[in-house]
Structure formats: C-alpha cells, structure tokens
C-alpha cells in the first residue's frame, strides 16, 4: 500500500541553524501518528511542514504521490493548543466561516441555497462534537474543552484527509482530557483521517496512537547546538489492547497494555 504522506530527506534550516534534518517518513491513510520530543525538536515545525505553512529548505513532501501544495488547502485541518477560534463569532458561525471558507476560496462567503446548506452542515458538526445546544453561544461563554471542541468541528467542516493536531489537549484538566481523547478516537474512525498530534504527554501518546514518532537530535556539537537538526529517532509501531472499534462504543485504549513493534530506530546512525 503507498503512503498517503511521505517525507523524503527533509530538512528545515533557517539561516545556518538546522531544525530538522533527514526526516524520511512513510504515513500510511488512516494512521493516529502520537508525536513526542524535547522542547524544541522541531515538532511544531515538523507540523507545519505537512500543513504547508512552510516549505523544506532540502528535500520533499508528498501527499499521495504528488508534491504538497505550498498553501494549506482543504486537505489538510489543524487544531492547536490555544484557542483558535475568533472571538467575534457565535460557535455556528465559527464553523460556518472555515466552510465558507473551504467553499469560496477567494470570497470566503456563500449566499443563498449554498449558504444554508453550509449553515446546516455546521450545525450538524458541531451537534457532532458535543455541541449541538451551543450553536449560538461566543467562545468566551465556552469552556477550554467546549472551545477545543469548536476548534475541532472548526477542522473538520473543510473535510480534511489530514487532521493536525499541536497539543490540542494541553490546557485542560485531566477529567476534560479523557472526553476529548475519547472524541478524538470516535471521529478519527468515524472520519477515515489520518492525524498526526504532537504531545508533551508519554501516556496520552501512547493511549491514542497508533504509531509513535520521537524527534531529537541524532548529533549535538556542544559548541555550536545550532549544527544539526532533530529527527524522527524513534518509530514505534503501537497496537492498543482495544481496537478502535471498540473505544467507537465508549471503551477506551489500555495505555498500560499495549505491544510496540520498532518500525525504526535512527539513533545510531
Ligand atoms: N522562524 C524561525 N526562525 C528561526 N528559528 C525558528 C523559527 N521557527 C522555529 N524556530 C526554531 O526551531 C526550533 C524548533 O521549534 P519548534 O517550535 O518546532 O519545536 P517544538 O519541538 O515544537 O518545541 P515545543 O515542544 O517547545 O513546542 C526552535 O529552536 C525554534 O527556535
């Protein structure tokens, strides 16, 4: 089966500093790719590659086969740890906006027929993530994890195959936590996406991936730490004790039963 993604020797350098380097990556359709690393590895870079906001300056990005248009485009959602939501909008028109969005790419607005399918279409997937009775409410009436989930729905109107995550859950409570990971799971099947979600969080990485990347830096020249740039340095297949369809019906991923297959370990080369 080809990737859906493929990272060919890519590296991100700005100037004479190097903050990634020969990232050679395969991400099959349909995987939950857990990200972790040291504080400044590159992983939100590492993200913005795939999203498009910024370019390789070596190397290249395919998504199925083709190279990654340099803008972010429909394809792919993006959901980060602060709010991204506007303030000025109500949740429904939010959600509308990123539609009309993705549907008027040069206007940003729909009028007539199109317009109320769109309205309708984000009702729906806002009554999808849990927010159903909010559609009218402003972002700062929204609790964190009620604002996560708008910004998710947010994502998911455009209908991406990619949905990007930047320590999405890293502001909330550990009980609010545990209802996003379940959302996450539910729509990521339900979806068909692909997702790549940086963590600071080892078990959250653990319980919702399927596969572990861990950047770092191969190389460090004490003298000059800008020298070299981070890589994946370790790839871990993981297979939860519970199968997606089962977290679907509300279980959850055992994070403390899981088997790991090492699909890479670059950290010697
Ligand atoms: N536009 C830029 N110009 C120069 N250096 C940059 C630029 N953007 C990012 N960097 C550097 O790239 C490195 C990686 O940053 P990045 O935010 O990707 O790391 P991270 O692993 O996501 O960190 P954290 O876990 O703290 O969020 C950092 O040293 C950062 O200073």
Redesign the pocket.
Known sequence: MSALLTLDNVWLE?GD?I?LERVDLDIAEGSFISII??????????LRLVLGQEAPSRGRILLDDRPLVAECGPDRGVVFQRYSVFPHLTALRNVMFARECAGARFTARLFGRARRAAEEEAAAMLAEVGLGDALHVYPAQLSGGMQQRLAIAQALIARPRVLLLD?PFGALDPGIRQDMHRLILRLWREHGLTVLM?T?DIGEAFKLGTRLLT?DKRRIDPHAPHRFGATAIYDLALKPHVLPADTAAGAEPDADVITIDIIGNNREK
């Open positions: 700005y500093k903050v690393g040291p504080s400044g590895a590159g992983k939100s870079s590492f320590e940086v600071h950047f």
